[in-house]
């Protein structure tokens, strides 16, 4: 294969190739962060709104339900758009779009001064999850090397529980709107950060910009060896994709005939993908998102108490925070399936003794006892964040197939936020109608049924280039 290109300029780059990595980690992790500050917002937010007007019928249960669960709603079609402009513009334009969404976002939080202006907050920030999706996970996948893309993963997850922390922190002892200021300084950080970076060697390639491509490649990862082994065959890809592809224009039918043809008969694609779909239920299964979401209402349930139930809350987004750098620490040193599966049949285990613990209290076998509870709490917060939490994205990237990529993503963005939507869309009604204990062991056994699927088709990624991950389903 014909692979002509040249290196634009010198390498005498300002930083060397691990800070050039960590700039654009810095940039993933604090959309992450704006993120977690809004997925965090909702359980300060509404509980503030019910204690000023001394009421619960300020924010109904209906009310409160779609303000939790807009975001992934709003993220289905926003994945579905975000992936068609970031093919044909690139990944660095929609950095800036993202950047434009959050900073309306939280500036419209900022402003709130009802339930209705939260929603449409949500509503927007509905619209930076979505390209969180699919965006983020594409630069990242595509921008950093094998060797720091699990650790940086790890990180950009871990960006989420600091925003949580965050948001539940300032709405314990602020009023709510204050998390607008620091969301609306996130967005100006990271507007000036996507300055500097260069656009995706992929996205280059897939355009024919083989020379640009080299140059960001070697911005990006170096010119070393591996580093150069890669480029040539990220360029010789898309050379041969290139030559392969019709350049007549295809009417709808025949594009959705390609796409069925992939779906259907191309392992490449249906086998990593399915695959992905599995780790994203387990990812929602393992009830913390929920946990978070519905914190204060959970925890106020068990202990009679609000305060008590708002610090037990800030305590469990301390350790969901430690797990996710413990998590970062065993990443380093464990197989990815190894440490996934371990810490997600753990957690499993402890939703079984948090539902078992409740039983005993249920029918009065034990006194209750907030320690207990809280130690329970913050076992599974700690073995939660370490593993489904903090690897999901890490993996469902890497699973990410090379041949109809966009759609892939596409696929997978839809079902997440689907997945997301609809447990924090009804987890308060499963909490009215079968109790706390009940739901527990509901989140509990669903885990366990996926645990097995995941067992038996995930496959080790730990290390591997994006091309030898897709070797693996050929």
């Known amino acids: 294969m014909d692979t002509k290109y040249t290196l634009i300029g010198e390498q005498n780059y300002k930083l060397p190739v691990l800070g050039r990595q960590l700039l654009v980690c810095l940039s ?19 509980a503030q709104l019910r204690a000023r007007a001394n009421s619960t019928a300020a924010v109904s249960r ?22 068609i402009v ?9 950095f800036n779009y993202a950047t434009v969404v959050s900073f309306v976002s939280f500036t419209i939080f900022y402003c709130s001064k009802n339930a209705t202006h939260i929603l449409v907050s949500r509503l927007f920030c509905g619209v930076l999850a979505g390209l969180l999706m699919s965006m983020v996970l594409m630069v990242m996948t595509e921008s950093m090397t094998p060797r720091y893309r699990g650790l940086f ?16 922190t300032i709405g314990t002892f602020c009023p709510y709107n204050y998390i607008g200021i620091v969301g609306i300084s996130c ?17 280059l390639a897939s355009r024919g910009r083989y020379e640009e491509c080299a140059a960001a490649h070697r911005w990006l990862k170096g010119a070393d060896e591996d580093a150069e082994k890669e480029l040539k065959a990220i360029i010789e890809s898309s050379q041969k994709d290139a030559k392969e592809s019709t350049q007549t224009r295809k009417s709808l039918l025949t594009t959705v005939k390609e796409y069925w043809t992939i779906i259907v008969y191309q392992p490449s694609f249906y086998k990593p993908v ?24 959970i925890l106020g349930k068990v202990t009679k108490n609000k305060t008590t139930a708002h610090y037990f809350m800030l305590i469990l987004d301390g350790f969901s925070v430690l797990g996710m750098y413990m998590g970062c620490f065993l990443a380093k040193r464990l197989k990815r399936r190894t440490m996934f599966l371990c810490s997600s049949t753990l957690s499993a285990i402890l939703m079984f003794a948090v539902s078992f613990y409740l039983y005993l209290i249920k029918f009065k076998i034990l006194s209750e006892n907030n320690i207990i509870f809280l130690s329970i709490l ?24 090379l041949k109809g990529r966009s759609f892939g993503v596409i696929l997978s963005g839809v079902n997440n936020s689907a997945l997301f939507a609809l447990s924090v869309k009804f987890t308060p009604y499963l909490l009215w109608a079968i109790d706390t204990e009940n739901t527990f062991l509901f989140y509990a056994i669903f885990s366990i049924t996926c645990i097995f699927l995941a067992y038996k088709y995930l496959p080790e990624t730990k290390d591997k280039t994006l091309n030898e991950i897709a070797a693996l389903f050929q």
């Open 153 to 168: 993963f790890a990180f950009k997850s871990a960006s989420v529980n600091w925003g949580i922390w965050c948001s539940n």
């Open 86 to 94: 970031v093919h044909h513009f690139g990944r660095k334009k929609v």
């Open 378 to 401: 913050v076992l599974y917060s700690l073995v939660t964040c370490c593993g489904p939490i903090l690897l999901f994205s890490v993996i469902c990237s890497e699973l990410f197939p």
């Open 62 to 83: 209906e009310m409160g339900s779609w303000i939790a669960s807009a975001t992934g709603f709003v993220a289905i079609p926003t994945v579905v758009i975000s992936v």
């Open 274 to 297: 399915s695959i992905g779909f599995i780790i994203q239920i387990m990812h929602v299964a393992s009830g913390k998102m929920v946990l978070t979401m519905y914190a204060i209402e």
């Open 187 to 203: 967005s100006i950080i990271n507007f000036l950060i996507t300055f500097v970076m260069p656009e995706t060697p992929f996205w």
């Open 28 to 46: 993933a992790c604090v959309y992450s962060f704006m993120l977690g500050l809004s997925f965090g917002s909702p359980t300060v937010a509404v």
